[in-house]
């Protein structure tokens, strides 16, 4: 089992910053990828960003050049740096890991990012 822990959640003015950070715990030697998830009201949810236990990263078109996600295996945390935030950047953020073997994706419980005009 993993558990995952997000913070850094919050209200920001358009243009501002904020960085969320995500902690694992459990079996967290099994996992290979940790990313993040948003999803708004009404919609679906969709990839923010993700990094893998070796350095490779992905991002979602819409966040390139804005959102960084890096990792710190000693201290099992994934964090997403996010700049020049958008209120379309509105919605409730959720940290994922995907452990080896079962490629079993498993969620935090997410953190509201509200970003006003």
């Known amino acids: 089992q993993v558990q995952l822990a997000e913070s850094g959640g919050g209200l920001v003015q358009a243009g501002g910053s904020l960085r969320l950070s995500c902690a694992a715990s459990g079996n967290i030697f099994n996992i290979y990828r940790m990313g993040w998830y948003r999803q708004a009201p009404g919609n679906q949810r969709e990839l923010v960003a993700t990094i893998t236990s070796s350095g490779t990263i992905d991002y979602a078109d819409s966040v390139k050049g804005r959102f960084t996600i890096s990792r710190d295996n000693a201290k099992n945390t994934v964090y997403l740096q996010m700049n020049s935030l958008k209120p379309e950047d509105t919605a409730v953020y959720y940290c994922?890991?995907?452990?080896?073997?079962?490629?079993?994706?498993?969620w935090g419980q997410g953190t509201q990012v509200t970003v006003s005009s």
């Open positions: 994922t890991g995907v452990v080896t073997i079962t490629l079993r994706t498993y």
